[in-house]
């Protein structure tokens, strides 16, 4: 754990050694990974992780306070996750995962936004939802939220949300990830950061918010510090260039204009998380694409 950032990370860097934070997974102990942990080459975890069952009465409260962080986080954007959701397509074919903290270690700032604490010895502080695909390798992102978008700013915990997010990706050694978020949102520019992303969809209106980027990454944990340390990522300089298009996330048709490029077989496209790092939300992004590739 000699990565700049996690020295920022206070919080990690205690729990290492006190054990009163601890990454966690809900998972069907039929889901478990085998050898979990071994295809990236990250220190980043060295604690051993908490192992919850969703269908086991007893974890009820846990999940329940699960429900509140996700509905917390998604219920403002008309996107809060149906219960029977969660079940049927969440925790029984993926699973999730995050940081939870012992109940009797709780600051109050905690205590006061997080539903019965004391019915559960540990408490979710994050939540990353990832469901496998049927493809070989490949899982979705469905969800990622943390405590942190409740508390005040001087109370939250460093890099909680791309941490949890990182752990579940570790955790299950995955090689590819796809997901979805909406263009112009702040989530696109944590994403980004995973490896490098390329555009699967520019717009969907077969989804409930048209101006839905779908993306796939493969997972490259070596990118993982540049979401902190803002360096430039020169594999992605090396591999790409600027294709002349654009996507304003204020200008729909620049969305189905790329998005018909997709379909034609045109691309592949990319987003770079540099640039998404350096421009406000809203601002037009350059459309990437392999080098050489006419």
Not at 280 to 286: A, E, F, G
Request: net charge neutral; hydrophobic share 40%.
């Amino acid at each position: 754990m000699d990565s700049a950032f996690l020295k920022k990370a206070d919080w990690l860097i205690r729990s290492a050694a006190t054990g009163d934070i601890r990454p966690y997974v809900f998972v069907r102990n039929e889901n478990r990974i085998t050898q979990a942990g071994t295809r990236h080459h990250c220190d980043w975890f060295p604690w051993k992780a908490i192992y919850k069952d969703p269908t086991h009465l007893s974890e009820l409260p846990f999940a329940e306070m699960i429900f509140h962080l996700e509905n917390s986080a998604f219920g403002h954007s008309n996107m809060p996750m149906p219960r029977w959701v969660f079940y049927d397509c969440a925790v029984m074919p993926g699973f999730v995962a995050g940081f939870a903290m012992k109940s009797s270690s709780l600051p109050q700032s905690i205590r006061d936004v997080m539903p019965n604490p004391d019915q559960s010895e540990w408490v979710p502080l994050s939540l990353f939802i990832i469901i496998p695909t049927m493809k070989k390798g490949e899982w979705v992102a469905h969800n990622l939220c943390a405590v942190n978008s409740l508390l005040p700013e001087a109370e939250r915990l460093y890099g909680l949300g791309f941490l949890s997010k990182a752990f579940g990706l570790w955790y299950a050694n995955v090689e590819t990830c796809c997901g979805m978020t909406q263009w112009g949102s702040p989530a696109l520019k944590l994403h980004s950061h995973y490896g490098h992303m390329q555009i699967l969809t520019a717009y969907t209106p077969v989804h409930t918010y048209a101006n839905t980027i779908t993306y796939r990454s493969q997972v490259d944990s070596e990118l993982w510090e540049s979401f902190f340390s803002r360096e430039k990522d020169f594999g992605f300089i090396e591999r790409h260039e600027p294709s002349g298009l654009i996507i304003d996330p204020q200008n729909q048709q620049s969305m189905i204009d790329l998005q018909q490029r997709i379909q034609k077989g045109e691309g592949p496209f990319y987003i770079s998380a540099a640039e998404m790092a350096a421009k406000k939300l809203m601002d037009p992004q350059t459309v990437y694409r392999t080098k050489g590739n006419l």
